[in-house]
């Protein structure tokens, strides 16, 4: 600790502190001090009862495109917060969410606006309408008619808000996703969605190929599936395993059913070789019968195959089908 001359006074100054910080300790009261550091510590700190913003400026605007036949993903640094993200899986539409890392809002309902940046005054903000904030750290989970008005506002040089009320004490938080650095970075985006492949692996994990009945023949609707199939078994490297079961119904002799049901089987895995995938990969299994019943013979155990097929308020069940597991 050092005297610093001050007038007839002098005034004890931590080493600690130099430069700008000895300056403004220097005259100032206990009292005056406290009050300095708790306004200096609002101006970046959300605290109790004060709004809490969170938003890039212009110097740390960043977004970061994530690319892959399989989902495109442009992240969006939220500083404070957490991150905005726009995100396409292949075979679902444009999605767009809030991740924060700590929880901020307080479950419930929220608003959206697009508001303008503050170098344009005079735009009014323009509602979007109400947003459901949830309870994990995923807070905001957008579809895609919001998620496109979001991103063609980021476009138009605006910047879409969310506001709710604070976890802890109920003051407004307020979360804005900048436009800075957005356009370029979107265009690789949607360039990046064009070449997403059909269909994802929970959406033809677990396939069926419906047949007439007592037929063996693909219809058109048919190879269109099983195209999307191959398309995703030659982009993902990571699957083992591709299960083929026929089935049958109950119309006919016992012998003649389980021979159709293998047909089937077989049908659905000449095809998948015939476009490319590697035969080592398919396991045809044929159809074995308890009480009448069809069941999947899968991974050593017997499952019954109830499949409801809900139609006009009715369940029938759907047992002429060739089912397809990817492991």
Not at 91 to 111: A, H, K, V
Request: hydrophobic share 40%.
């Amino acid at each position: 600790m050092r005297a610093v001359k001050q007038g007839n006074h002098e005034t004890d100054v931590d080493p600690r502190y130099h430069g700008y910080g000895a300056l403004m300790a220097i005259g100032y009261s206990n009292k005056t001090l406290n009050l300095l550091a708790m306004l200096v510590l609002g101006t970046i700190m959300p605290g109790s009862g004060m709004a809490g913003n969170y938003g890039a400026g212009i110097s740390n605007s960043q977004w970061y495109l994530a690319e892959s036949v399989f989902e495109c993903s442009l992240v969006h640094e939220v500083p404070g917060y957490g991150r905005a993200v726009f995100r396409r899986r292949a075979g679902e539409d444009l999605s767009f969410f809030l991740e924060s890392d700590s929880r901020l809002m307080r479950p419930g309902r929220g608003t959206l606006v697009v508001e303008a940046p503050a170098w344009r005054p005079g735009v009014a903000p323009k509602p979007v309408g109400a947003v459901d904030v949830s309870e994990g750290h995923r807070q905001v989970s957008l579809e895609a008619r919001q998620a496109v008005i979001i991103a063609q506002s980021l476009l138009n040089g605006m910047r879409p808000t969310v506001t709710r009320a604070s976890w802890y004490d109920g003051s407004p938080v307020r979360v804005q996703v900048s436009n800075v650095n957005f356009s370029g970075q979107y265009q690789r985006y949607r360039l990046c969605t064009a070449n997403l492949l059909p269909v994802n692996i929970d959406q033809i994990g677990r396939s069926r190929v419906a047949f007439a009945s007592g037929s063996k023949s693909l219809s058109e609707a048919d190879m269109d599936l099983l195209d999307d199939i191959v398309a995703y078994l030659m982009a993902d490297s990571t699957v083992e395993r591709v299960f083929v079961d026929g089935h049958s119904d109950s119309l006919g002799s016992r012998i003649d059913n389980r021979a159709l049901s293998e047909e089937r089987a077989n049908v659905v895995a000449d095809y998948l070789k015939a476009r490319g995938v590697d035969p080592d990969l398919i396991t045809v299994k044929g159809q074995r019968l308890i009480k009448d019943s069809p069941v999947i013979l899968y991974a050593g155990s017997l499952v019954p195959l109830e499949i409801l097929d809900i139609a006009e308020g009715r369940a029938e069940k759907i047992i002429d089908t060739a089912s397809i597991d990817l492991d």
